[in-house]
């Protein structure tokens, strides 16, 4: 078994792959079905709901389950169970089109998956010998996730983060965790001035928004279980 395999073992087993993967579908689906062009939605506004309704459901999903931990970190949803860090981005094309360095948060877990020692915490203070049999290697995993626009058929991967601001994969391994990546639509867009790079959409204020309970949906199936196709690489 590799380490993501491992990783996802954990995860499945303790039940964050499953509500995790129910709620990127649901999420899609009824972005899609409010998206209306004729008032004025685009793509962008398509992408700012999915990660808005991702991070405020995500965390009220997650909120109080026994062995698992739910935060927002770079205005996104971080989960931590068992040691492990999840954290969902979009994904802006292709799975190797993914960047790390958009801001500190967001390069920190693919600088610890790259360190030879990682840290048992997220406390600098730490010292990672003394928890190497506690905190798993390579603990940082990554959601990588687009859809349909028009569909709202959702397609989402599982990996683990690189540090490749030198060269190579952004990823350690990578794999497609559901739907068609012919599926996928709309990307959130990245947002560039003249000279000084602006925050994507994912990465501004969060306004306080009402939040909606997940509602199970009898047409999905665990996610756990479906894993293990190979995406378009694996480092």
């Not at 971080?78 to 360095?101: D, F, H, N, Q, T």
């Not at 020692?117 to 905190?135: K, M, N, T």
Request: with cysteine; glycine share 12%; proline share 6%.
């Amino acid at each position: 078994m590799t380490l993501l395999d491992d990783a996802v073992a954990v995860l499945d087993e303790r039940g964050v792959l499953d509500r995790l993967g129910r709620l990127i579908q649901q999420v899609y689906r009824r972005a899609a079905d409010r998206h209306e062009p004729e008032l004025g939605d685009d793509a962008m506004s398509f992408g700012t709901t999915v990660w808005r309704n991702l991070t405020n459901l995500g965390k009220a999903e997650f909120d109080g389950l026994d062995g698992i931990r739910v935060r927002l970190e770079d205005n996104s949803l971080e989960v931590l169970c068992a040691g492990y860090v999840v954290r969902l981005y979009s994904l802006p094309g292709g799975i190797e089109s993914i960047r790390w360095e958009g801001s500190e948060a967001r390069l920190g877990g693919a600088v610890e998956n790259s360190r030879d020692g990682q840290l048992a915490f997220d406390d600098e203070g730490q010292f990672p010998e003394v928890f190497a049999d506690v905190v798993p290697s390579k603990r940082h995993v990554r959601v990588a996730h687009t859809g349909d626009i028009v569909t709202g058929e959702a397609v989402a991967y599982l990996g683990l983060p690189r540090d490749n601001r030198d060269s190579g994969s952004p990823w350690f391994e990578v794999r497609l965790w559901f739907g068609e990546p012919a599926t996928a639509g709309a990307p959130l867009p990245v947002v560039v001035g003249d000279a000084v790079p602006q925050p994507r959409t994912d990465e501004l204020p969060i306004p306080e928004l009402d939040l909606l309970a997940l509602q199970p949906d009898d047409r999905s199936g665990g996610f756990g279980s479906a894993f293990g196709r190979p995406a378009e690489r694996s480092a």
